[in-house]
């Protein structure tokens, strides 16, 4: 992976996801091939266009307002973290760049995804859930409930201090993926 987009200086969100999509790749790569092999793991990233618009909508607005990334990494047995890290900014930046040169609509999928493994990736731990307060104090803890069998959801955890990603997979991935050294290195499992 010599070319192509390098990152230095991640963002929280960018920086979770490499380590997620990476450990992705990895248990992908490892595993029994079956009739589908995926080449590339698609990663689907909706990015809040709020604050990207000018002027930025106000706090108060109702609604969603996003667009969709799709960085397609390559399913190598290398995992190269640095340039995964590259190419989730760089379709992010793309993104939004399309959106605001006025192109309303998805990024075009450059020979389809085939080949590919898709897995949804968003970045919930700016929304105020701990803010609430229904008329009995604010919530101790917040989770998330949902079918995707693809997925990761990152939020802030309930001190602020840290980010918990709920991650859904498919028994055997998630088996794989929760023995993943890289994830180990960074994380705590429940």
């Known amino acids: 992976m010599g ?27 490892t595993r029994e091939r079956d009739e589908f092999t995926a080449t590339q793991l698609a990663a689907v990233i909706p990015i809040n266009l709020r ?18 990334a799709i960085p397609r990494l390559p399913m190598d047995k290398r995992i190269d973290y640095n340039y995964l890290a590259g ?19 998805a ?9 590919s493994k898709i897995f949804a990736v968003s970045d919930w ?9 229904f008329g009995w104090g604010n919530p101790m803890w917040v989770c998330v409930a949902g079918e995707n069998e693809q997925a990761a959801i990152l939020l802030q955890t309930s ?25 180990l290195a960074y994380a705590s499992l429940n």
């Open 51 to 68: 604050n990207k618009m000018n002027p930025p909508l106000p706090p108060q607005s109702i609604g969603n307002l996003l667009i969709v």
């Open 125 to 133: 731990s700016r929304l105020p859930y701990y803010e609430a307060d």
């Open 159 to 183: 001190d602020g201090e840290g980010i918990e990603a709920w991650i859904t997979l498919p028994s055997e991935e998630m088996a794989n993926f929760e023995k993943d050294p890289q994830v």
């Open 107 to 115: 990024e075009v999928i450059e020979g389809g995804l085939l080949k």
């Open 87 to 105: 190419k989730l900014h760089e379709s992010i930046r793309k993104a939004v760049d399309q959106y605001k040169a006025n192109v309303h609509e």
């Open 3 to 29: 070319d192509g987009p390098y990152f230095d200086c991640p963002t929280r969100f960018e920086a979770i996801s490499t380590l997620i999509l990476g450990s992705l790749i990895n248990v992908a790569t």
